[in-house]
């Protein structure tokens, strides 16, 4: 999904153009959404900046919002309560989640938060039982949304 995000911005700008002559790439890395993000643009050096920062300030929002490990985020939530109005941004996110799920026959899953949290514990040195990881399993499956 973030490659897809950056693509359709960076095609929405006119910037991104392939086998094109035009000005050299720039390229921008970052920290976002747990991994690193790396962002390339072309276009000239100063249009190519404000491109990326606008990208990251996306990234950074959309972290806002799914972050798990931030338990004010939007999905933390929506995770404790289980049923909440949510916002645009967050439809729109799952959603898209959802279409690509579907696409790829799950080899991509949103859902897979469940696992996700249980080994977000292996930081604290505390690994996840058989049992904790059978029950997390049963409550994954894009389908299921």
């Given at each position: ?34 991994t ?32 798990l ?53 292996v ?23």
């Amino acid at each position: 999904m973030l490659l897809a995000v950056l693509l359709l911005a960076a095609t929405g700008w006119g910037l991104f153009r392939i086998g094109v002559l035009g000005p050299p790439p720039c390229r921008f890395h970052y920290e976002a959404l747990g991994t690193q993000v790396h962002i390339t643009v072309y276009a000239e050096a100063a249009t190519a900046q404000k491109v990326a920062d606008e990208l990251y300030v996306m990234l950074q929002y959309v972290e806002s919002v799914s972050n798990l490990k931030n338990p004010d985020s939007e999905v933390a939530r929506l995770n404790a309560l289980r049923q909440m109005r949510v916002s645009a941004a967050l439809w729109t996110i799952c959603s898209r989640s959802i279409a690509y799920a579907k696409l790829s026959q799950g080899a991509f899953d949103p859902t897979v938060g469940a696992l996700t949290l249980l080994y977000m514990r292996v930081e604290s040195g505390e690994l996840p039982t058989t049992a904790d990881i059978e029950k997390a399993r049963h409550s994954i499956g894009y389908s299921r949304v």
